[in-house]
């Protein structure tokens, strides 16, 4: 049985949606899944699993939120995450998808295999369900 974390950061609500199908579409095909809030999450938590996923709106000038998930995220450095697979999944109000694309180039500079991304503005549509569907799916194989 796979072991997939899915680690977020979410104050409206948004990113709390993807988490949630992404974590739905992983336990459904037989993952074992761990869903927390950042808050709750601990480095053992990304350790223990055989693969990932992050998400985070854009904050505090179109990064990702600064004060949980950066120094969350800074953590894993050092560890021994090479070629785990991840995914990272965002919102965004205004930015297109720079914010992702640097947060993309910074994690797979930590050493982890990105095997998918999502980036929404605000709410996600049903196509992008169907997308954060996928993702959770993804990560379960
Ligand atoms: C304090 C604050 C700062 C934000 N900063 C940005 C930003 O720099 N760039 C951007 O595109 N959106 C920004 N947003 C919009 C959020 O990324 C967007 O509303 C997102 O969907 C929130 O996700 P959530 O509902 O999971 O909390 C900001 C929102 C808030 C509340």
Request: charged residues 25%.
């Amino acid at each position: 049985m796979k072991k997939v974390s899915i680690i977020y950061w979410s104050c409206g609500g948004n990113i709390e949606i993807l988490a949630n199908v992404m974590a739905d579409s992983a336990e459904n095909l037989g993952a074992e899944v761990t869903l927390k809030h950042v808050t709750d999450a601990t480095v053992e938590d990304v350790l223990e699993a055989d693969s990932v996923a992050f998400g985070s709106p854009a904050m505090d000038e179109n990064n990702i939120e600064q004060q949980e998930m950066q120094p969350f995220l800074e953590k894993l450095k050092d560890l021994p995450i090479k070629n785990k697979n991840c995914v990272l999944f965002g919102t965004h109000g205004w930015i297109e998808d720079t914010f992702m694309k640097f947060w993309a180039h910074t994690m797979k500079s930590y050493g982890l295999n990105l095997i998918g991304e999502l980036i929404v503005k605000e709410s996600p549509t049903k196509e992008q369900l169907k997308q954060a569907k996928f993702l959770g799916e993804k990560l379960a194989k």
